[in-house]
Nanobody
């Protein structure tokens, strides 16, 4: 079992920056990839960025490319999502998730709210 806890959400003005963190515990050796999703009310969760647990390979959705950067701390169990040039449209709940190599995203955090005001 993998346990994920997000932190770093909050309120920021348009154009500002926030850094979200996702800390994993438990059977972290089972993790192949960690992703950050976001979900608007009544809609499906959308993957915005992902990183291989081993480091290196990353994915960033076109909707946030150039503004959001995903990273993992060296040798640690925390994956960060650095968000900059935030817009009102980025106001949403962000979720951290993890999966094994051949599995869908099975492990989820509880989510953290990001609010961008104009």
């Amino acid at each position: 079992q993998v346990h994920l806890v997000e932190s770093g959400g909050g309120s920021v003005q348009s154009g500002g920056s926030l850094k979200l963190s996702c800390t994993a515990s438990g059977c972290t050796f089972d993790i192949y990839e960690v992703g950050w999703f976001r979900q608007a009310a009544g809609k499906e969760r959308v993957l915005v960025a992902a990183i291989a647990w081993s480091g290196g390979a990353t994915y960033t959705d076109d909707s946030v490319k150039g503004r959001f950067t995903i990273s993992r701390d060296d040798g640690g169990n925390t994956v960060a999502l650095q968000m900059s040039s935030l817009k009102a449209a980025d106001t949403i709940v962000y979720y951290c998730a993890a999966r094994g190599r051949a599995d869908p995203y099975d492990y989820w955090g509880k989510g953290t709210q990001v609010t961008v005001s104009s």
